[in-house]
């Protein structure tokens, strides 16, 4: 069997935690290899060395049969090697030729052939079925458009070993279809690919093999076609998973969020939320179901105080808070989970502790005549730590750059839980999480409604809207075009109205 990647014992170490603990994993030429580990396993870790970002502590790299010291990114490209980030690297003012051709630019003598390098792309782009613009600027893509852009610039440095780092978490779900045609393309042109996701059914559908790592070690591997998803879940968290949220039927309470014909702008000054209205009870959870893009963002950033309302009103509890600031909507009793979890839902150069209590360091106990308790703060952080599994090196102490991808995601949805909120605002609480957090994260949200408390679940995940939700709304270029039961309907039905067709008008 030829291998065109062996990394054999590999070992690294990050300070307090063995990231990789004695890991070998083989690529077969033409084969799609799937990485599957809960959250913190060490996946990226892994792929960061073979892709010459970090130097194991011990181990041996074989690419094509030889050995090699894979020292930094350019020898990874050198070799053939090349890598998807789970959070892009792109430059967002430069343009997508820009991008691709960073490091490596095209020239004679001290003149830029730029236009070669558009023409590569161009003849890339349509070869591959990726369907990018060289021209655009990476600040006005989608976040699938910026992905091809990465994987282009694989493809411009001729990589032959394609490494994706949780591609789909951030993707829509026409867009998850279109990079498997795509990656099928890859294999069918003598590509070989490492995949990660937490994902069972994409590795279902079109990974070969599985490769399963807990706790930084090789717990086994799998033909994919042979293993059912049931199995390799076990494999990886140790235990059954319980695929299905256990939700005792409850009246809902009061109403606690009521937003009314809102309307709201999108950074381009376009009507991105077009007369909005929407009650959310207490003890409900009410799903917001979309295709990414047509005004969930801006929805969401009006109702957390992140954006200006234009008109329109959003009661909170009887009280108009369309043109509160951020910290008063917190104080009154809201909790957000953000969409963008290094961009908005944490500092990534603090620790952990300061971290948990972004939000309210300022208030008792935190605060003490203006003194921080750190003590108090540091337990607090630990043990919100504790309950929602957050696995990090140093603890509270480590910095949030530190954690990993779902490391992150489990502290933000803890922190914002942890207030009590009575309107909870949920973007994508469960992207980049592995299974097991995924049903710990969801039988949290339960219980806050279960409790009485109201839950706005915004996602992009189907499964997720129809498996949580009291009630589904849907919102498709700014407006609502559906509220159901969930017991009254189907992803078909959801599916029509999310691409605009109203409730009702089809037969
Ligand atoms: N630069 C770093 N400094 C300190 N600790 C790190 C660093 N990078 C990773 N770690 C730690 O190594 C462990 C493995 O992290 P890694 O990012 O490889 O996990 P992962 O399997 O990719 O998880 P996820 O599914 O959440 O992305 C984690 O405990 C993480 O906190
Ligand atoms: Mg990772």
């Not at 090699?68 to 070799?79: D, E, F, K, M, Q």
């Not at 591959?128 to 992905?147: C, F, R, T």
Request: charged share 25%; hydrophobic share 40%.
């Amino acid at each position: 069997m030829e291998h065109v990647v062996e990394m054999l014992n590999i070992t690294k170490a990050f300070p307090g935690i063995v990231a990789n603990d004695d890991i070998s994993i083989q690529l077969r030429k033409g084969e799609i290899l799937a990485l599957l580990g809960e959250n913190g396993a060490g996946k990226s870790t892994l792929m960061s060395i073979l892709f010459g970002l970090y130097t194991p502590d011990a181990g041996t790299i074989k690419v094509f049969g030889k050995t090699v010291n894979i020292a930094n990114p350019n020898v990874a490209n050198a070799l053939g090697i090349g890598m998807v980030h789970q959070h892009f690297k792109l430059v967002h003012n430069f343009t997508v030729t820009e991008n691709i051709v960073l490091g490596m630019e095209p020239h004679v003598g001290p003149f830029l052939k730029t236009r070669d390098a558009a023409a590569k792309i161009r003849a890339l782009s349509k070869h591959y079925g990726l369907n990018v613009d060289p021209d655009a600027k990476i600040e006005d893509v989608s976040v699938g458009m910026q992905q091809r852009v990465e994987i282009l610039k694989m493809l411009y440095r001729d990589a032959e070993v394609l490494i994706f780092d949780e591609p789909t978490a951030v993707l829509t779900p026409q867009e998850i279809i279109e990079l498997m045609k795509i990656m099928r393309n890859l294999i069918a042109e003598g590509k070989s690919i490492i995949l990660i996701t937490h994902k069972l059914k994409e590795i279902k559908e079109i990974a070969d093999r599985c490769t399963v790592i807990r706790r930084g070690k090789v717990i086994g591997t799998v033909d994919v076609a042979g293993t059912t998803s049931a199995q390799m879940a076990e494999m990886m968290v140790g235990r059954q998973v319980n695929f299905n949220v256990d939700k005792p039927a409850k009246q809902c309470g009061d109403v606690v969020l009521e937003i009314k014909d809102l309307r709201v702008q999108s950074s381009r000054k376009t009507e991105a939320v077009k007369g909005f209205s929407l009650t959310v009870h207490g003890g409900e959870i009410v799903g917001l179901a979309g295709v990414d893009g047509n005004g969930q963002t801006e929805l969401v950033e009006a109702l957390t105080g992140l954006r200006h309302v234009e008109s329109g009103s959003i009661l909170f509890q009887g009280q108009d808070i369309a043109h509160h600031s951020i910290r008063d909507r917190i104080r009154a009793g809201m909790a957000h989970i953000p969409e963008d979890r290094q961009k908005r839902g944490l500092v990534l150069d603090y620790t952990m502790e300061e971290n948990m209590v972004l939000e309210i360091y300022g208030l008792p106990p935190f605060a003490k005549r203006g003194f921080l308790q750190k003590p108090l703060i540091r337990a607090y952080a630990e043990k919100l730590m504790q309950d929602f599994d957050v696995r990090a090196g140093e603890g509270s102490l480590s910095l949030a750059r530190g954690l990993s991808g779902g490391n992150q995601q489990k502290a933000i949805v803890g922190r914002e839980v942890a207030h009590d909120p009575m309107l909870l605002i949920a973007v994508q609480p469960t992207r980049g999480l592995d299974v097991g957090s995924i049903e710990y994260i969801h039988r949290r949200l339960v219980e806050q409604r279960n409790s009485g408390k109201a839950v706005l679940l915004v996602s992009l995940e189907l499964d997720e809207i129809m498996d949580l939700s009291d009630r589904i709304a849907v919102i498709s270029h700014g407006e609502l075009t559906g509220l159901k039961y969930p017991k009254e309907t189907n992803e078909g039905e959801i599916g029509l109205m999310m691409a605009g067709v109203a409730e009702g008008a089809h037969q």
